[in-house]
């Protein structure tokens, strides 16, 4: 993800409609291509991706396929941007052509502006790219989307995590995780991992990021559950706190099983703390606030036993295309180099895009958006995923527990 935990990321959180069962799709592709783009894609997903792409690098020497990155290369947000290009185009490296075709990767500088994003998504438009990826940055991505939908050219985000950009659109996707999925795969955790259903939430006040969460795993437990009288009770407190006995005392007369924790690292440490330091044997769950650093150092040894939503660990690949992208990155950097999150999907959004064009049989926009919208399985570098309706690629999520003073996977869970 950009930069942080995701509560340091600009991003407004709101819940996605269920991507369950079959995952409804947006728009319905005509009948003919939806059962064609089935079978190829349904095909491919029974061979290894790597298999996949070994097929797909055969070249006939015809014209080139346009890839393109619309990216910030110049401006303030150049060197936030860098890691997102180099994941590109060291998959660019290793599968270098498609539908027998290579593969040529065009760029577009925004300029790190809005007005200037404008501008060269317009000009990248009329160079008839078969997809483009990016951009970095939120707005950023925003501020050309509309010159590539008219233009019925597929947009796959790499980064961002505002909803806006997939929302309302055919053509827009995304590879990186929607931040509210981080409720849904708590609640699925405890209640099919650890059969809890008797849980209760612990948010901050007027924390909008936090809410949001607490309302996504509410949902998803209850519809778990489904049971027409459970409901998920929400506990709050005041950011910064260091008393938590009126909290405490109320989730004991609910009598719950378990807490999931929204806020910040350090207050749900202190929260922790006191709960087991009153005797208190709940299981605790919260979100990638809890994956770091700072709440091993502020929870002490009350951190033992906790759970918390993780994110990409890329020593501990996950997937086959995992483990390809890890020793590809360093043999590139170095054999003691480690990527990050956004290399890796830089590198997942470019495999995407092959897959979709080849299953497609074209680089025409509708081809691939069609493919895109009917990607039923994939294998990436940070998970496997579905596409949902809205366009979001939706992953298994590892979840981490602290053991012996050390985040350790747990399990992974599907968000959906």
Known sequence: MQNGTVREKLNTAVRKPSAKAAFGRR???PLLLALLLTLMLGLSGCASVQAFLDDVQKTDGQETVKVALFQP????QKEAAAPEIRGVELAHKLYPAVLGMPVELVYADNRSSLTHGREAAETLAKKDPAVVLGSYGNTLSLSGLDAFIAEKIPVINLTGTNPLLTAGSIFSFRVSREDTDQGSAAA???KENLQISNAAVLTATGDDFGMALGRTFSETLEDLVDLDDHEVQTVTYMKGSSDYSLQIA??????VDAVFLTGTAEDAAAFIKQAK???LS??????DELNTEAFLTAAESAAEGVYAIGSYDPLNPITELGTTFLNAYREEYGADAVPTEAEALGFEAYVLSLKAIEAGGSVEGDSIKAALMLMETFEGVTGNGVMDEEGDLLKTIPIRQVTGGQLITAATVDPY
């Open 188 to 190: 699925r955790f405890l």
């Open 250 to 255: 109320v989730l004991k007369s609910c009598k």
């Open 277 to 279: 330091a009153a005797g």
């Open 27 to 29: 728009k319905a592709a």
């Open 73 to 76: 290369l110049s401006g303030e």
């Open 282 to 287: 709940w299981t605790f769950i919260g979100s």
